[in-house]
């Protein structure tokens, strides 16, 4: 199957729940049907038993394919959940409102949707080798566009954004993101210590903190504020990039991503990323394998 589909494409192998059911059924059991309490492969279908059609013989739990993930208790049909996940794929995400208008659903829900969808995208866990970027971005409004309280005094600079760092590496283009609490030297470098082998070749810009890097890393840098942006092979241009994109995300399509919820957007755009050359459909199909064994209850995601 081709890596790009459109929207008919998709309308055409999703042409009925049936067709859906069976897609989610391949991709979260895909050694065979299983049940989610206690792992037993032991089943009894019973297809008239709708909405629990599966019976396990060891611990006689009955069941779904929606059963123990993202899934669960979801009044949405399969096909609005698979077109959910192929409108989440676009380069610059969706807005809740629009996703809302695009199933036919409320706000409410495609809010809680996008966010379970988001909670499946999966993290590398493996640590980089070779030559890596570091770099950092603030996420948060313009000075200029909030309201000034009587005797306040708005704060330099990042201190009222968020920060998010990144790390790139550059022989798989692949991409680890984390937010961050504060910028204390030690918060800032953790996630390269962790991510990174020691003894890489890390490229990032002057800021004080990556310092701390030349010892433990082959450290170069590029002075910014100097407008030096490329010295031989030493830039981060390739972070950059990536930031550039989810910016164009945050302002052209979300607007607004709460300091609470950052780490979903931010996991969302780094899975997309790094599932570029799977194209689309290999996004959505990790995106459903990322589904089992996921809870995300709504009263969670707003507590």
């Known amino acids: 199957m081709s890596k790009e589909i459109s929207i008919f494409k998709l309308h055409e192998m999703f042409p009925d729940e049936a067709s859906a059911e069976a897609w989610f059924e391949k991709l979260l059991w895909p050694e065979g049907v299983c049940c989610p309490g206690c792992g037993s492969k032991d089943i009894q279908a019973r297809p008239t038993r709708k909405p629990l059609p599966y019976r396990c013989r060891s611990c006689r739990m009955d069941f779904s394919v929606r059963t123990g993930n993202l899934l669960h208790r979801s009044h949405l049909s399969f096909r609005k ?7 989440i794929s676009r380069p610059k995400g969706i807005s809740s ?3 809302a208008k695009d199933l036919d659903i409320t706000q409410k829900t495609a809010w809680y949707l996008g966010h379970r ?11 980089f080798l070779g030559t890596v970027e570091v770099d950092e971005t603030f996420v948060g409004g313009k000075k200029s566009n909030k309201h000034r309280v009587s005797g306040q005094k708005f ?3 990042w201190a009222e954004k968020v920060p998010v760092i990144g790390v790139y590496e550059r022989g798989t283009k692949k991409i680890r993101t984390q937010v961050l609490d504060d910028m204390s030297h030690d918060t800032l470098c953790e996630p390269v210590y962790e ?16 310092k701390m890097l030349t010892g433990v890393y082959y450290h170069e840098f590029v002075k910014h504020s100097a407008k030096q942006y490329v010295k031989g092979d030493v830039h981060t241009n390739s972070l950059e990039n990536f930031w550039s994109l989810f910016k164009r995300g945050y302002m052209g399509t979300y607007h607004v991503m709460s300091p609470k919820h950052l780490w979903l957007y931010v996991r969302e755009f780094t899975a997309r990323h790094n599932a570029r050359p799977l194209g689309v459909y290999g996004f959505m199909k990790t995106i459903a394998q990322g589904m089992r064994g996921q809870r995300l209850q709504y009263q969670e995601l707003i507590a």
Request: glycine share 2%; proline share 0%; aromatic share 18%.
């Open 97 to 99: 409102t629009q996703l």
């Open 195 to 210: 991510w990174v082998y020691r003894d890489m070749q890390v490229y990032s810009d002057e800021h004080n903190a990556y």
């Open 81 to 87: 959940w698979v077109f959910a996940i192929y409108l």
């Open 155 to 157: 704060k330099r600079g």
């Open 117 to 127: 969808i988001r909670h499946a995208c999966l993290d590398l866990k493996r640590k």
